[in-house]
């Protein structure tokens, strides 16, 4: 996935609201930016780091630019616009890079499905094959070289566990993969320390048939690549 425009640096001053962001150019003009990701943001969001920022032409957009990565003054590039990680892994799917989903015919997004009423993020198809559900989690927790989701207990992520319990009894693929979006990350496991609920459930999903997946992107100011698999530490 490349930038394109490509993306401009700026010094982060704070985030707050959730959504938004101050930051100061290398021209010394402050702007207010769009901050894409409504989680905690640990370890993404230090004042003083960088931010690389994308802009919209939209002249309706109150805001017109994104937060997109953030280069820490460790030298770490995290991707903290969790939007972009579905892109990244449909990428990494048509260009078989992920070697678990490779050989299906065809790749549909926001499938429903379920008995809570959840739509799935990709469904694989192809011929004498059984159907594969995929839902993806975008992973920018770290903890030295060690990768941890969720930042904050997730109810939605609980229910979504459940839901890929279910497609598995029905003796369907169901896959969660963890897109790691943390140049530092070596490794990921569930954040037992934060979410003691959701580390619990994807054990018990594991244990189901529920296919438990990292992959790390290689991450840049310019571009982003998913391509590495990672160890999963239940």
Not at 11 to 35: M, N, S, W
């Amino acid at each position: 996935m490349q930038f394109s425009p490509a993306l401009q640096p700026a010094t982060l001053i704070q985030r707050y609201k959730r959504f938004l962001a101050d930051v100061i150019t290398p021209e010394g003009e402050q702007l207010t930016l769009h901050c894409p990701n409504t989680g905690a943001m640990t370890g993404c969001a230090t004042p003083g780091d960088t931010v690389w920022y994308s802009t919209s032409a939209n002249p309706k957009r109150k805001y017109a630019h994104t937060w997109e990565v953030t280069e820490t003054q460790n030298g770490a590039f995290i991707c903290v616009n969790t939007m972009r990680a579905n892109p990244l892994v449909k990428e990494a799917i048509a260009a078989g890079r992920i070697a678990e989903l490779a050989g299906y015919s065809s790749l549909k997004g926001e499938v429903k499905y379920g008995e809570e009423g959840s739509r799935i993020d990709f469904m694989l198809q192809a011929d004498e094959r059984p159907e594969c559900y995929i839902e993806v989690k975008s992973v920018t927790l770290a903890d030295r070289d060690n990768g941890y989701f969720p930042d904050a207990v997730t109810l939605r992520g609980q229910k979504h566990l459940r839901e890929l319990m279910s497609v598995a009894a029905a003796g369907k693929r169901a896959v969660i993969l963890f897109a790691v979006l943390h140049s530092a990350i070596e490794r990921f496991s569930p954040a037992r320390h934060i979410d003691p609920k959701y580390a619990q459930l994807l054990n018990e999903a594991q244990k189901q048939g529920v296919e438990v997946l990292a992959y790390k992107a290689e991450l840049s100011a310019d571009n982003m690549t998913l391509s590495s698999s990672l160890p999963v530490m239940l």
